[in-house]
């Protein structure tokens, strides 16, 4: 077995003998049975080939594929809208809209009034002509084609809107005049369900054109990567998977370079303690933070460091923040550090096996050769630089793009827009993120809702949890923490960056639980790591 420093997993096999996999547990490695199925988001190319993968492989034709999609999605319609209601189903002339066909008639079938509106936005594909035709045939359902130069029918309110107008492939933009229509679609106070996602939207950009704006999304098979920014949030509503049972042979052949974190993979790679470990086995963190203008930020970043399952904890500091430690994290050694006088400390001892700088030094251009030196004299440590080591990074005369090796930066856009040049919407920092990560050779973590953890290899990962409570001064010190706390104990800084990430965002969670997101505070994300620890670590 190979326990490799990069993100990659590993499997114990049945015919290990009971005592090499005893040996391989004293010696502190994890065992697990199989690899998790990691929620891999696809670019549209990549789900066009998901289907045709299935269609060779099950075998089955695109027909009955469609059909069974429509089946899957029609078992959550009817949970979530009332027996005998009216429905509406907007059917585009793509393989979206030969969705929305099988779906009216599913509806038809359970009783629903139905009605369908046909938005001939494009040429019909061959399965949905197949189920527009069958549609034609069924009296009890009205089927109106939409003219984009005329004005809409009327519509009751108490009729709920499913669109399946177009799906992930659209380009846009809306040609002929069907924005207009799509514009009248929005003013519709109805209940609105997207099928797959939002018509207009795209999966692999964000689109500046109209596109309807949902109450509820069901997308099938996996979440799409548009649902990840803020210009579409408001678009999707509340999204909900809708399994369809595509290959699942497929997520092996095909990894997708963009994961969406969630718990499974998280309890993977966490690692369990035994019962001979000591605290030299999770390791020494060194953290340089805090400064008399800032010693809330040590505090925080400090506290959270221990809670995260550091061995041992020293803060170099101010001598007035390593008071303030005492009383609010006894268990952190403190030592001073004044940072105009680092050239005589700035090569730290074998001990140390991970270093966190930025929280609270404050900026100051003295300040900048200190930490280019720190970093520059302790090459062999993985290191977590943030705040205002980043901020002095962006505006220091000296390069320090070949000093974060196998480092986490941690961004959030403004630090990282002065890092790395001004940027217009999160779709272009996470493209320069995903560069920077490899030039640097790296771990960028472009902090806020659904966080985006970016390696060398290319690979994007987006946190799934969080909330906008967290959205305080110090939540960032706090996840510091946690990442250095993580580093010390061994896991690589991808690893770390997952790991720590999740953490952070779930502990944020329980805490708006708790307090409510207006009131919670930094610190009650410290107190609730522990609970997260007992809910990922079996």
Known sequence: MIRSTKLEFFIIFETIPAKKILSILQKGYLCVCKNPDLLYLYSKNELKEWDQYTMRHEPVSSISLMKRAADRLTDHLFRWIPAGSNVLVLCGSGNNGGDGFCIAKNLRDLFYHVEVWFFPVSNQSEENSFYFDQLKNIEEITLTTIDPGKNLPEVPKSTFLIDAIMGYGFKGPWKNGWDKIILDINTLS??????????????????????????????????????????NVLKTGEWTIVPIGLHPEFRKSQKSQVVFTDKTLISFLLKKRHNFDDKWSFGHVALF?????????????????????????????????????????????????????????????????ALAVGPGIGRHKTKESVLFQLLQNNP???????????????????????????????????????????????????????????????????????????????????????????????????????????????????????????????????AAEKHGQVSMLPTDLIENIGSVFKQLIP
Not at 332 to 353: N, T
Not at 459 to 477: F, L, R
């Open 190 to 231: 109805n209940t609105k369900i997207a099928i797959d996602l939002p018509s207009g939207l795209n999966d692999d950009e964000i689109l500046t054109n109209v596109s309807i704006i949902a109450d509820h999304t069901l997308t099938i098979e996996v979440p799409k990567k548009c649902f990840f920014y803020p210009e």
């Open 289 to 353: 933070a805090g400064s008399d203008d800032f010693p809330g930020a040590a505090l925080l970043a400090s506290r959270a460091c221990i809670r995260s399952g550091a061995g041992l904890t020293t803060c170099f500091t101010s001598s007035f923040t390593g008071q303030c430690l005492i009383p609010f994290a006894p268990e952190v050694m403190w030592q001073h550090w004044d940072w105009s006088e680092g050239d005589k400390k700035l090569v730290l001892p074998p001990s140390f096996s």
């Open 380 to 510: 062999q440590i993985h290191k977590v630089i943030d705040a205002d080591a980043l901020n002095m990074m962006a505006s220091a005369d000296v390069d320090f793009s070949n000093l974060c090796g196998h480092s986490i930066l941690t961004p959030h856009a403004k630090e990282f827009d002065r890092l790395f040049g001004a940027h217009s919407n999160l779709y272009e920092r996470e493209q320069t993120a995903l560069s920077k990560a490899k030039e640097w050779n790296c771990i960028i973590i472009l902090k806020g809702h659904y966080s985006r953890i970016c390696t060398p290899q290319g690979k994007m990962y987006i946190n799934s949890t969080g909330n906008p409570g967290m959205a305080k001064g110090g939540s960032g010190d706090v996840l510091t923490g946690i990442l250095v706390g993580l580093l010390s104990q061994k896991y690589s800084p991808e690893e770390a960056a997952v790991i720590g990430t999740y953490i952070h965002g779930l502990a944020g969670d329980f």
